[in-house]
């Protein structure tokens, strides 16, 4: 079952129930905040309710960062782009035959997005709710002009406890560490946290197990058209800053991220479309 309700906020939101799992998708970015496979508990990690404003990005959940990544050259402008602070239009839901349910929403810049960023794009968002969270993001180039895109589907997971969650299928992949001034490191064998993390795994394409010890499941990220991964955690001091953190829910949250990012940006000719998708499964738990 698929409907439509005020959210948080009083913010549209899809809620889809079927029997495998519940999810649900604000139309405010279209941010998937919620997805729970039956007899397991919730994947997503989502941050204070009362942050859910109209033209503000949710915290948590799996906002869409788009037409660039990070910070933009010109500090005027927002980080991560505006997608995911921009009203979507459902274009259809569907219940399929399989007893899985799929929505599609769609976003199309206008003049007020051309005002930060002066090029045209349609954008579309599919979303696949069963056993696995499937998620194809589309973007076609309307304009007349290439452009290039930087993008990330900014995935929020729930953990038990940071500091005894690991994540693996990154070894031996060169990352920029942010933390340590953009310095060039090299991944070992797995991923483990002891303070803030920031960091993106250049040429990265292949399937990230985020092993959560104390929740006792393992979560699975495999993707597509992806040739980065960032790996994000604020930790104590950097959460505390931050108006939309819970205190202490660092220590419930791991960002792992499918995107293209610095050398993986992308140049996007007209009338041409790219195509990032990722799909997530979980283990145990």
């Known amino acids: 079952m698929i409907t ?35 007899d397991h508990a919730p994947v997503l990690w989502t941050g204070p309710a009362d942050l859910y404003q ?35 239009t459902v274009e259809r839901t569907a219940e399929l035959p399989d007893g899985r349910s799929r929505v599609k929403l769609s976003f199309t810049t206008d003049a ?7 090029h045209d794009l ?24 290439t452009v290039v895109i930087g993008e990330a589907l900014h995935t929020y997971f729930a953990v038990e406890d940071i500091r005894r969650t690991i994540v693996h299928g990154l070894s031996g992949t060169t990352y ?6 953009g310095r060039h490191r090299q991944c070992g ?17 292949d399937e990230c197990v985020i092993d959560d010890e104390v929740g006792g ?18 930790w104590i001091a950097k959460s505390a800053k931050m108006a939309d953190f819970g205190t202490d829910q660092w220590m419930n949250m791991v960002c792992v991220e499918s995107g293209n990012a610095h050398d993986s940006t992308y140049a996007l000719p007209p009338a041409f479309s790219h195509h990032l998708g990722c799909e997530i499964g979980v283990e145990g738990g």
């Open 189 to 205: 064998d797995g991923i483990a946290f002891t303070g803030e993390t920031d960091r993106v795994y250049l040429s990265a394409h």
């Open 122 to 145: 349609r954008v579309g968002l599919t979303v696949t709710v069963g056993k696995t969270l499937g998620l194809e993001l589309t973007i076609t180039n309307t304009g007349k002009e």
């Open 54 to 88: 109209p033209g503000k990005p949710i915290r948590g959940g799996i906002p869409l960062c788009l037409p660039w990544f990070g910070p933009h050259a010109d500090a005027s402008k927002p980080a991560h782009g505006f997608v995911r602070t921009r009203p979507w």
């Open 4 to 38: 439509t309700s005020p959210g948080i906020g009083g913010l549209p939101r899809l809620s889809i129930v079927n029997d495998f799992a519940e999810a649900e998708v604000y139309l405010l970015g279209a941010t998937v905040t919620h997805w729970k496979p039956r």
């Open 176 to 181: 920029l560490d942010k933390v340590a001034g």
């Open 217 to 234: 499941r393992r979560i699975r990220v495999r993707k597509s058209g992806s040739g980065a991964t960032v790996v994000w955690n604020p």
């Open 112 to 118: 007020e997005t051309r005002a930060i960023w002066p």
